[in-house]
């Protein structure tokens, strides 16, 4: 009981050293906008301004449309037109578009708003995309921010830019843990919508629409995009079924695209590409970015090229369609469309705002809906390990560098009198001497880390096994949770820390690093000692301990939402993905 008073006075000085954050942006005290630079994609060696692509398409377009016009002249065409009309089949779908299929038209368009939206604010946090596993600055193919600068030290965070708040959620700098919320929460929702749409589908004769099921609409898309080409659009027969051109692209999206955005969204955590093995190290986190990009792309492609035509190729009908469930030319669709649609522009409007205002609100809000499947995600032990050729030759620096005279002056002695101090619910409180620490067996590691931001990078790490430090100072039935606290503070004052699961501790690869890739860890990444938790994301693995504490519970820390940026930046306290 002595140990345990003792151990407890010692901790308490740390948590007066929490700060509390309010409970919503402050944006006085926000990270400063900073722009960014239009979007460009690298060939060969040359970045190319996408906007490029407008004129392009516009040259490009202009004798597309003149040549199909001039084949549509050739008897050889007309006749294959006349053969392969576009209609994939004969088959007629006599449910039109029931209530069901509009209802869940809506909810996919309400959803994909908010998915999009939050999507971009998350890749403005890094804005860069790669194929390769590691980020290194150079090896980018699109990215919308300058040069890394090589003349200073330039963070993650320093990377990041603004982006307007009409296009992301919440429209401000490094806003990534409240647009993840946004973009998790509508996933699992689109998810949910879509599985019942699957149910639906084929329960229904609605799946005829949708899946081709002989060759002929491969001539019939081609046959269709040629009349669309020549701006003499196909008899349009949607009430009852799809052309092979919609056919096609709408089988893309709904089976192709959607499930690949989900996956490759998962494959971006690092408790599940942490588990997959070989499977991961293919669909490594930065090409499983790259792919969910091009997935957004092509949703945002089908998205303009549906728009356009359900306005271009008889307005009153495709809205009665899809809004009244009715096949003529009233005004039906259209008055249930203008609500509709005052609805999205409004829920549109206020997203960023109501975030800004209410963001603890949108934290909580996340964590009711992602909570459980992160929980789920959690129990996945991390097993993956890369190769010394594997480890990648930049890894991003991150986190704010100790400023007190006590760091300093350890520093200047090479740590040699650091002292771990490790308390709270344990029946063995200690302290341990960084000499001590590296005389306990260690443990090496080469492993993939997942910053929050987008950015990853795989390095070899030394250092004690959790496992030994929970062997020794052996934690009380009561214990729960571990909390580290760092020498350095957050960005809005008061020392950082972070608080972790007991089962996470237990992990295999649950390390207290003092090595990184064969030498000394240095300070920029986390000297003298680091937290690595293979199954969390970056900014939950603790730089700079200086003390470890065994609780029950985290809500008399900081604002109790687990962390310094769980309080401060609203992230979530369970990270796996």
């Known amino acids: ?293 091009l997935v957004l792309s092509w949703f945002l492609f089908f998205i303009f090229v549906h728009v356009t035509l359900v306005f271009a190729n008889g307005m009153r009908q495709n809205l009665n369609h899809m809004f009244a469930g009715v096949d003529n030319a009233s005004w039906a669709g259209l008055l249930i469309f203008i609500p509709v649609l005052v609805v999205v522009v409004i829920a549109w409007l206020l997203a960023s705002p109501f975030t800004l205002k209410h963001s603890r609100l949108v934290q909580k809000a996340g964590q009711a809906l992602v909570n459980p499947i992160k929980i789920i995600a959690e129990q996945w032990e991390p097993n993956t390990q890369y190769t010394e050729k594997d480890i990648s030759p930049y890894f991003w620096v991150n986190g704010t560098l100790p400023a007190s005279d006590e760091f300093r002056t350890l520093e200047e002695d090479n740590f040699m009198n650091y002292r771990l101090s490790v308390g709270g619910l344990v029946m063995n409180p200690r302290e341990f001497s960084y000499a001590e620490l590296k005389s306990m067996p260690k443990q090496e590691q080469i492993t993939k880390h997942f910053c929050i931001q987008g950015w990853s990078g795989v390095a070899k790490w030394g250092g004690v096994p959790m496992r030994s430090i929970l062997d020794i100072a052996k934690p009380t039935p009561e214990a729960r949770y571990v909390v580290f606290y760092s020498f350095a503070e957050g960005a809005e004052g008061g020392i950082y820390y972070d608080v972790h699961t007991i089962q996470n501790m237990k992990h295999a690869l649950t390390l207290l690093a003092y090595e990184m890739n064969g030498a000394p860890l240095n300070v920029s990444h986390g000297a003298p000692l680091r937290l690595r938790c293979e199954n969390q994301l970056g900014f939950k693995m603790v730089k700079w301990i200086q003390a470890v504490e065994f609780v029950h519970d985290f809500a008399h820390l900081g604002n109790g939402q687990g962390g310094y940026n769980e309080d401060h930046e609203f992230y979530g306290n369970r990270m796996p993905i």
């Open 1 to 293: 009981m002595n140990n345990y008073r003792q151990t407890q006075l010692l901790q308490k000085p740390l948590e007066k050293s929490l700060s509390i954050a309010e409970n919503h942006v402050k944006l006085n005290s926000w990270m400063p906008p900073q722009n960014g630079i239009v979007p460009r994609i690298r060939v060969g060696r040359r970045w190319i301004n996408i906007l490029w692509a407008i004129p392009a398409i516009v040259v490009l377009l202009i004798p597309a449309i003149a040549f199909a016009q001039h084949l549509r002249t050739i008897p050889a065409v007309q006749e294959f037109i006349l053969r392969y009309p576009g209609d994939t089949s004969s088959r007629t779908i006599y449910s039109g578009f029931p209530l069901w299929l509009r209802l869940q038209h809506f909810f996919n368009l309400f959803f994909m708003m908010f998915i999009i939206r939050a999507g971009i604010q998350i890749l403005a946090d890094h804005p860069r995309l790669y194929w390769r596993r590691d980020s290194t600055p150079g090896s980018e193919w699109f990215r919308f921010q300058h040069d890394v600068p090589r003349d200073r030290i330039w963070t993650s965070k320093d990377d990041s830019v603004s982006i307007p708040k009409w296009l992301g959620i919440p429209g401000i700098r490094h806003s990534v843990g409240l647009a993840r919320w946004w973009h998790f929460s509508f996933d699992l929702l689109w998810v949910i919508n879509g599985a019942i749409f699957y149910v639906l589908l084929f329960t229904s004769d609605q799946w005829q629409r949708l899946v081709p099921t002989d060759w002929s609409v491969f001539p019939n898309a081609l046959s269709t995009a040629l009349q669309y080409l020549s701006l003499r659009f196909p008899v349009d027969h949607t009430w009852t079924n799809y052309n092979g051109l919609q056919q096609l692209t709408y089988f893309i999206t709904v089976f192709i695209a959607a499930p690949l955005a989900v996956v490759t969204g998962l494959m971006q955590g690092p408790a599940i590409s942490n588990k997959l093995g070989w499977f991961a190290k293919i669909i490594n986190r930065q090409a499983a970015r790259t792919i969910h990009f």
